[in-house]
């Protein structure tokens, strides 16, 4: 049993990886994310804004080989930084003997190693050529920093005396922004930071690239920064530049790009958000359908053939083939002609009403119920359908064996036969089904979420599917898979755990 | 259940085949044979639907402007052979259609020539199968020549009857003087030319109501009539043959005078959905030119060759004025231009028209729900079919050849399963531009092989090691031989099963995904669309909800049924 669940605890990677693979051969199908269709002119392309294609370009690195692209998306690679402004960090202390006063600082600043315009062209060139196709949409928009870059900058700083710097510093302000060369798109501009009170009398100087019609910096490799000061320096001491290290980029990292339509949001956040809702509404789905169609199943197995029994497994018959979203929006209707016929009815929209947060905890609970009591209703009738004809089917079973007849033999009372010894037994199966239960719990809160307007993860795909959002529904499709993955592999565990009979490994016991 | 012998359940009888026996198991199940009978009139409803709710007239007889010859064509015959979408679900059933006509037609002669002729067993099989098969091809045959059809079936009646010409002359005349306009003109030029055509049809009173189906009609009003005589001219200004399809209801603009339009017909405000309306006129006849709203001074100009302005805030007593050049239509007279006011109406149920309502577009209930059924039908067996195939192949390869094979199939298994379906079927709809329902099916075929070949895997593992399978192979029969010739016929049983049940769930994903607005492209008609229109107009029309979902309903139960009663009939404890 050990080795099975070490097998599958050493499996589970493995197909998270391959469930990312997969996720990105299909978005790769997507217009404006395979690499081809910025060339081809393809028509939903041209549809989306230029900042919703570089968003798209950024998160799925649209331009490199197909390989690169998904290691790159994956986090296995990390990409070029390329950020649109930099904030270079000079921190200095100054001696304790120094003038206090306004001192003038020259700072001069250039990119060492920075490749020319010639050598771009080559890069370009050799990316074209790579790609056939293509035409390298990260050269066309961002620019590498060219050799003759830099210049010298005059800024103010004013020296204090220690003592004074106790309170939080004001936020530095960039003034007189001068671009970087001529012609070149970038600017730069420096300013300087208080000091904490930590620092004592030094402070930082600051020194910001930034590019104003949205082009990249290429940065680290060749082209590193160098500054040097000079000027007012006396009794002034610079540390190294500290140049902010690339955020790391990918899944791996929890870096899921940014959303398409609002690309002021990230990814992971707006999943962040969305996850917990979708999880407490399947959470409760889950638990209402087993707390509901276990004593349903064993009701109609104890007392088969009988009107009730009959009845029963007929109206949940015809549970199962309702179509949930059918379902769901007869609820709505049901609620709208009782609210029309001024009886009491449940709320049809969201989870919480606005200003939910600031009531009593019962009272929030309260609301909090009434809210889910329709969508919960809705997303666990099939599953509960299924799973009780399942517990009814499996309960015959046992019921018909033969230590079960041993056991009323031996003089127990029906309860005790029922609840004691066939009750374990049959619930084995039906435990385990919840892997089962999950895919299709997580298809269907698409449609409930969407009918019932909760802003779970179902109504995010569906909003991104509607809006072509593909970053988020790249991000929602791979979590989704996660999900389920994680609950066949407990389901798979649990089954070994409390059914001694199985046994996965060779020769058994 | 499955212990309580049945009384009329007996053993194996002489001669009998694994299959005839669970057909017989399967038709002594009274709820499974019902559903089987719902399944099979849902199939021809579908395939009738053309003739039971149709748009499309079955004779249409016009006069075209300022001529004095009928046209008539057969609309509804050119759509069974030509289906207007290029290539769709429609060909298929419409081909279901005829053949449910020439099944008789070839099967009827053929039995009752052979019949006490006292034929041995075998050729009357022969025979049999001879007639289905000319049956078959018979019912092909119209659509290998769709345009023969169509020519075949248009008529154009030169002034059959010199009396009937002689009036329709007068009365251009009289137009064209002035003495006749508007209502009167058309009424007059419909009464000429009422001719004594149509012996059979105007003894069924057919003629005057040349839709097989009046009662699901797609439209509502005299609609009928103007369909048999288009009113020729201006001044009237109603629908004209190009409005009438895609089927909806339009409201008219009262005109009352040339080149000026009253709105007087247009609710108030106006309801949801109410997309255009518009000023139609043909090429030849106007050219350029604005339309105007007086009373708010919105102008919508028309381009120099455009034949339609939308106007789409019309309201109720505004007065539109078109001011353009005019061409004057060939043989003199008014040009035409036709004001056309997409009003679509909600209509709740009514016995004497609508049984089940009109949806948003005013379009008949029950008459999409009909054509909608061809969708729902046909995705439900095709995307099965699909993954009945991938998963025999696929299951069979990993249970047949084991070891490695195996192990990499459990594993892609494994990983597709991983794969919330529904949402992985959504996300790929989302990421392909083009939508079709073939696609749907397709995807919805790809996605779902799963359960199917672990089912055939586990039934190959099982009987692979069967002595049948052992002396196959050693009277040296081939690998693929032994799979699909020896193991995969004992191994169709649970496949059979698990393909009813699929085609029940593939139903509900077809109808899920058209309520999400990811199933077929708009114009087309289903299930799971109209209940989306339910879901806008929640307030109002209950009609739009009940009845398509109540539709899904009864196909997913039809089909869940099924499935079950051929569970049972093959469920060897039956045996006995």
Redesign the interface.
């Known amino acids: 049993m050990t080795a099975y669940i070490l097998k599958r605890l050493l499996l589970f990677p493995v ?1 998270m990886l ?2 990312t693979l ?1 996720s990105f051969t ?2 790769n ?3 404006g ?1 395979s690499g081809s269709s910025s060339a081809t002119g393809d ?2 392309a041209q549809r989306m804004t230029r900042q919703q294609l570089k968003t798209l370009r950024e998160t799925f690195h649209v331009g490199k080989p197909v390989h690169h692209r998904y290691l790159y998306w994956l986090g296995a690679m990390q990409p070029e930084y390329r950020p649109e402004t930099l904030t270079l960090r000079l921190p200095f202390s100054v001696a304790p003997d120094a003038v206090p006063g306004v001192r003038t600082v020259r700072v001069r600043f250039a990119f060492q190693g920075a490749i020319d315009e010639a050598e771009r062209m080559e890069r370009v060139r050799a990316a074209k050529k790579a790609e056939e196709t293509l035409v390298p949409a990260w050269d066309e928009e961002g620019c590498y920093p060219r050799g003759s870059a830099g210049g010298e900058l005059e800024l103010e700083i004013e020296l204090q005396k220690k003592a004074l710097f106790l309170e939080a510093p004001p936020s530095p302000v960039f003034r007189n922004p001068q671009p970087l060369a001529e012609g070149s798109p970038f600017s730069w501009a420096l300013a300087w930071e208080r000091p904490t009170a930590e620092q004592g009398g030094g402070g930082t100087l600051l020194l910001q690239i930034s590019s104003a019609e949205s082009h990249y910096l290429l940065i680290g490799g060749e082209a590193a920064p160098v500054l040097e000061v000079t000027g007012d320096v006396s009794g002034m001491s610079f540390a190294p530049v500290e140049v902010p290290p690339a955020p790391k980029r990918g899944v791996l990292f929890g870096d899921l790009g940014k959303s398409v339509e609002r690309p002021s949001v990230t990814v992971a956040q707006r999943l962040w958000d969305a996850l917990p809702i979708t999880l407490l509404l399947n959470f409760i789905s889950i638990l209402v359908i087993y707390l509901a169609s276990i004593p349903i199943g064993i009701y109609s197995a104890t007392h088969q053939n009988t009107m009730l029994d009959r009845s029963s497994t007929v109206v949940l ?2 549970l ?7 379902v769901a ?2 609820l ?2 049901g609620m ?1 002609v009782l609210k029309n016929a001024g009886l009491p009815y449940l709320p049809i929209q969201g989870l919480l009403p606005t200003g939910a947060d600031d009531l009593p905890t019962l009272e929030y609970l309260y609301t909090a119920t009434k809210h889910l009591i329709l969508p919960v209703l809705a997303l666990s009738y099939g599953a509960l359908a299924g799973l009780s004809r399942f517990m009814r089917v499996g309960m015959i079973d046992i019921i018909r064996s033969d230590y079960i007849r041993t056991a009323r033999a031996k003089g127990c009372r029906e309860p005790r036969v029922i609840f004691k010894h066939a009750l374990r037994n049959s619930l084995i199966p039906v435990v385990t089904l919840v892997a089962g239960l ?3 719990m ?3 809160s ?2 409930i979420e ?2 019932f307007g909760i802003n779970g993860m179902g109504n995010l ?2 909003t ?3 809006t ?1 959002d ?1 970053t988020i ?1 790249m991000a ?2 791979t979590f ?2 996660f999900l ?2 994680a609950g ?1 592999l407990i389901s798979d565990i649990l089954y070994v755990i409390i059914d001694p009979r199985i046994s996965f490994e060779s020769g058994g016991r | 259940m499955a212990d309580t012998p049945l009384p009329d359940a007996p053993a194996h009888a002489a001669g009998e085949g694994y299959w005839q026996l669970v057909w017989r198991q399967f038709r002594n199940r009274r709820l499974a044979s019902i559903s089987f009978a719902v399944i099979v009139i849902l199939f021809l409803l579908a395939a009738w639907a053309p003739l039971l709710a149709n748009g499309k007239p079955f004779y249409w007889r016009e006069i075209p402007f300022g001529a004095s010859q009928a046209v008539t064509t057969y609309p509804l015959l050119q759509y069974l052979v030509a289906p207007t979408q290029e290539f769709s679900v429609e060909y298929l059933f419409n081909y279901f259609c005829i053949l449910t006509l020439t099944l008789p037609l070839v099967c009827l002669p053929a039995y009752l020539l052979s019949r006490g002729r006292g034929l041995a067993p075998k050729a009357v099989r022969k025979r049999s199968t001879y007639a289905v098969l000319g049956a078959f091809a018979l019912a092909a045959l119209p659509f290998l020549a769709p345009g023969f059809v169509t020519r075949a079936a248009t008529k154009v009646e030169r002034a059959a009857d010199p009396a009937m010409a002689q009036r329709l002359k007068e009365i251009e005349a009289e137009y064209a003087a002035g003495k006749l306009v508007g209502e009167a003109y058309a009424t007059a030029k419909r009464e000429a030319a009422a001719v004594t055509e149509f012996r059979i049809l105007r003894s069924w009173r057919l003629d005057e109501r040349p839709y097989l189906s009046d009662f699901a009609d797609l439209r509502e009003g005299n609609a009928e009539v103007e369909a048999i005589f288009p009113p020729v001219s201006a001044d009237p200004v109603v629908n004209t043959s190009e409005t009438l399809h895609p089927p909806g209801v339009y409201g008219r603009l009262g005109a009352r005078r040339y080149r000026k339009i009253d709105v007087e017909s247009i609710d108030e405000p106006l309801p949801p959905g109410v997309s255009r309306i518009c000023l139609v006129a043909t090429v030849n006849e106007i050219s350029g030119g604005d339309v105007r709203i007086l009373e708010r001074d919105t102008r919508v100009h028309i381009e120099e060759d455009e034949t339609r302005a939308q106007l789409k805030d019309l309201r109720a007593g505004d007065r539109a004025w078109f001011m353009g050049r005019r061409v004057e239509a060939e043989g003199g007279g008014a040009p035409r231009f036709v004001a056309e006011a997409v009003r679509p109406e909600s209509r709740p149920p009514a016995w004497t028209r609508h049984l089940l309502g009109t949806d948003r577009d005013g379009r008949d209930v029950l008459a999409r729900m009909l054509l909608g059924s061809r969708i729902s039908l046909s995705v439900g067996i095709v995307s099965v079919g699909i993954y009945v195939l991938l998963g025999i192949l696929i299951g069979g390869l990993a249970g047949y050849f084991r070891g490695i094979v195996d192990l990499a199939i459990s ?1 892609l298994i ?2 597709v ?8 079927i ?8 083009k939508r079709s329902i073939f696609l749907v099916m397709l995807i919805i075929g790809l996605t779902s092989w799963t359960g199917v070949a672990r089912l055939i895997r586990g039934e190959f593992l099982k009987l692979a090691d069967q002595d049948f399978v052992h002396s196959a192979r050693a009277l040296g029969c081939g690998s693929l031989r032994i799979m699909f010739r020896h193991i995969l016929p004992n191994a169709m049983g649970p496949v059979l099963v698990a393909a009813a049940f699929g085609v ?1 769930s593939a139903v ?1 994903t077809e ?2 995904l058209s ?4 199933g077929a492209p708009p114009p087309t008609p289903t299930w ?1 669309e109209m ?1 989306k229109q ?2 806008d107009n ?2 109002v029309a ?1 009609w739009l ?2 009845y398509p ?1 109540a539709m ?2 009864l196909t ?2 039809a089909y ?2 099924a499935g ?1 009663g051929l569970r049972d009939a093959m469920d060897p404890r039956m045996k006995r």
């Open positions: 197909m391959a469930i997969v299909i978005i199908l997507a217009p994310v028509a939903s018959f015809m199962y083939s309702l179509p949930s979203f059918w929006i007869l709505l209707k709208v999950l895919p299709s997580i298809g269907g698409i449609i969407q009918i795909a569906y991104a599917m509607l072509r593909y529904l929602t499709l989704g898979s389920t993955l066949i | 594993r494994e990983l399963i991983c794969f919330p379906s529904f949402f992985l959504l996300v790929i709809l989302a990421t392909i531009e029940a509900l109808s899920s309520y999400l607005g990811f799971g209940i339910g879901k929640i307030e209950w909800l009940v979902g899904i309903f997913v139960t869940n049924l079950d």
